[in-house]
């Protein structure tokens, strides 16, 4: 049974940081695209980040480049998002999905298979 779980979400100030964490059980393939998204209240989900677990290639939303960071802990089976420089903008309810395989282009959440219930985090100005 595949299970993905987020924590590391909470409140914080502008400008202020945050790591989410995502530990994926069940998900045995070596290669995997893990990846996270968000949604904001009345807003779509969108992508923020993905990660090929067989390699280094990482993808960023343009509203997210340089300032987070994705990255994993393979022995771990987990995957991170390190957050700098939030802003109000990023407050929504954060995902963790998964997909064997590559990473697709373009965040389409039709390309993974597995998520997470989710985390929340608020940026106050």
């Known amino acids: 049974q595949v299970q993905l779980v987020e924590s590391g979400g909470g409140s914080v100030q502008a400008g202020g940081s945050l790591r989410l964490s995502c530990i994926a059980s069940g998900v045995t393939y070596p290669g995997k695209c893990m990846a996270w998204f968000r949604q904001a209240p009345g807003k779509e989900r969108e992508g923020v980040a993905s990660?090929?677990?067989?390699?280094?290639?990482?993808d960023y939303a343009d509203s997210v480049k340089g300032r987070f960071t994705i990255s994993q802990d393979y022995a771990k089976n987990t995957v991170y998002l390190q957050m700098n420089t939030l802003v109000s903008e990023d407050t929504a309810m954060y995902y963790c999905a998964a997909a064997v395989g590559h990473c697709f282009r373009g965040f389409q959440m039709r390309d993974y298979t597995y998520w997470g219930q989710g985390t929340q985090v608020t940026v106050s100005s």
């Open positions: 990660l090929y677990t067989g390699g280094t290639a990482a």
